[in-house]
């Protein structure tokens, strides 16, 4: 079975301030790792991902993921928050064994105030 | 140009009805999928088709019923509604099923059972 955690329910910064929104997943082999963001009545939008190579993964928006085997964490950081970064966070994983689908955590959000 | 959308966005409707939420992707992609986020916007996959054939039915109860006339539609119908099946429900899309691909969403129906 894969599982994919997020922690935090809730993540307040303030805007300027370094962010980070923790994931911490447990899959059979190697990893396939995600970070989605849901914005109000929106679908989830890609914002990067994991498959193999660096672990220090840069996405959209200024947003960058750090893959850690040893930790089994893949938390999502970006250097200086934006109000706009406001929303909802999905870390999402699956096995890149044939057949699997996509596990999402339960998600974190993130509230940036001015 | 809307990658992925669904019809109607909101669904609201008696206990006991039936009804249809209808899906397009226009990125040629061979995979899409159904997902149910409840009211703490826990995210949870339903089905998967991979050109027009079934590959997931996740415990979803047989009064849900997808149908794929081309790998470009997946739409869902559901029967005898519940009050258990309001929620917001999203289509996606990917590349395949190799999983290393990330999904594209759309904005969701929100289904609303009275």
């Known amino acids: 079975a894969q599982s994919v955690a997020q922690p935090e329910d809730q993540v307040n910064v303030a805007e300027g301030n370094p962010l980070t929104v923790k994931c911490t997943y447990s899959?059979?082999?190697?990893?396939?790792l995600f970070w989605y963001v849901q914005y109000p009545n929106r679908g989830l939008q890609f914002l990067l991902k994991?498959?193999?190579?660096?672990?220090l993964v840069k996405g959209s928006y200024g947003f960058e993921a750090e893959f850690n085997k040893s930790q089994t964490s893949f938390h999502l950081k970006k250097p200086s928050a934006l109000v706009s970064d406001s929303a909802l966070y999905f870390c999402a994983g699956r096995s890149n064994n044939a057949g699997n689908m996509l596990t999402f955590g339960g998600g974190t959000r993130l509230m940036v105030k001015p | 140009d809307t990658a992925v959308s669904q019809t109607p966005k909101y669904l609201v409707t008696q206990m006991g009805n039936d009804k249809s939420i209808k899906c397009e992707q226009n990125l040629g992609h061979d995979t899409m999928y159904w997902y149910k986020q409840d009211s703490k916007k826990f995210l949870k996959i339903m089905f998967s088709y991979n050109n027009k054939e079934l590959i997931i039915n996740e415990t979803v109860p047989n009064r849900f019923s997808p149908k794929s006339p081309d790998k470009a539609h997946l739409n869902l119908h559901i029967n005898s509604l519940e009050l258990g099946d309001s929620a917001v429900y999203f289509c996606a899309s990917s590349q395949d099923l190799t999983g290393n691909q990330p999904q594209h969403f759309g904005d969701g129906t929100r289904l609303s059972i009275l």
């Open positions: 994991y498959i193999t190579g660096d672990n």
């Open positions: 899959v059979s082999g190697n990893p396939y």
